[in-house]
């Protein structure tokens, strides 16, 4: 019997794709959880424009493979569209916790329904992050900062704005990625970010980021539970 856990990290892009292999695999490895990111598939595009009915295809394929491995989510808020499950109870919710409480519950009860003989319950880890993974960057003001090239407390007014890194909403102007972009010319997605991220570390990230925090605690606990 194996004492490590197997997981595919089904993403949204090449932005999550690269967080997951640069970041989550070598922190995770050292905890014998071994993480395999697939960007979320549609014929002829990837990326972007995240809708359940593509995700779940998905999702049922990788738990028919293997009856030993474990599917987690990671898809930014700010990309879901109106198919998926809990969203529009989601978008009658201020708070940002319990946003995130109805689609990931959500999420999980219909992925029990459609493919319960896939034991989902004990297999299947939703995630949607609250906005989108660059609020994760916020987690460290100072490095943040010096990475784009802006002074230090513009990124200091968006927090004390928003409050915390994963309550920068998700509108069209106003989402993580966004803010970055108009702050910055030199921030881009998925060099710029991942850079960003390996200069943070996942330690500030998780202590600024309870949703993201829970999120890799479940993960991390997965090898404790690999011969159940």
Known sequence: MSNYANVVVLVEGPTEQRFVKDLLVPFLVNKSVFLTPIIIDKPGEKGGDV?????????????????????????????IRGDWPGYDESK????????????????????????????????????????EIEALYFSDPACLAEKIGVPKSRIDLILAD??????????????????LEAL???????????AIA?????????EACPLFNA?????????????E
């Open 215 to 227: 999120w890799l605690t479940k993960i991390e606990q997965l090898a404790e539970r690999a011969n």
């Open 198 to 206: 390996q200069a943070i570390g996942i330690q500030k990230m998780r």
């Open 184 to 194: 910055s010319d030199r921030f881009k997605k998925t060099s710029t970010g991942i």
């Open 51 to 79: 809708k359940f009915a593509r995700a779940k295809n998905d999702i049922e394929k990788h738990l028919k493979q293997r009856n030993d491995t474990w599917i987690t989510l990671l898809v930014d808020y700010y990309g």
């Open 92 to 131: 009658r919710q201020t708070d940002h916790v319990r946003k995130a409480e109805v689609m990931n519950q959500a999420t999980a009860d219909e992925v029990q329904r459609l493919f319960q003989d896939q034991n989902p319950g004990r297999r299947f880890i939703p995630y949607v992050s609250m906005h």
């Open 162 to 179: 928003c409050g915390e890194p994963e309550m920068i909403n998700d509108n069209s102007q106003t989402a993580p990625s966004k803010r």
